[in-house]
């Protein structure tokens, strides 16, 4: 059985590293302590519903693809409902923009 706490406190540690922030200045900015957010992230507590949404929001976590399992492969539903209706090629070009916004940002 997968151990959520643990997911999402991968997900807030890597969230946190990408945007290049430390654990105090996030602590500070949300008003909590280091310790806190050091336990989260190793999956030492857990979280109430109102901190996970804090968190998800500031770090732009998507909640959903953290707490559904998702076969390597498998498309997640948020991904799902967002292309579905689209044609090939407006769904192509959206992955397309993705794909080059990636790259920009992996040049950063």
Do not use: W
Request: glycine share 8%; charged share 30%; hydrophobic share 35%.
């Amino acid at each position: 059985m997968r151990d959520l706490n643990k997911d999402f406190g991968a997900a807030v540690s890597e969230a946190r590293r990408k945007l290049g922030l430390a654990q105090v200045g996030l602590a500070e900015e949300l008003g909590k302590t280091d310790r806190s957010i050091s336990d989260m992230e190793n999956g030492k507590t857990t979280p109430k519903l109102d901190t996970v949404a804090l968190f998800a929001r500031r770090l732009g976590i998507s909640v959903d693809a953290v707490i559904h399992d998702a076969p390597q492969g498998d498309v997640p539903f948020c991904v799902k409902q967002f292309f579905s209706g689209m044609s090939e090629e407006e769904a192509s070009r959206y992955i397309r923009l993705c794909e080059d916004a990636q790259k920009l940002h992996e040049k950063t």
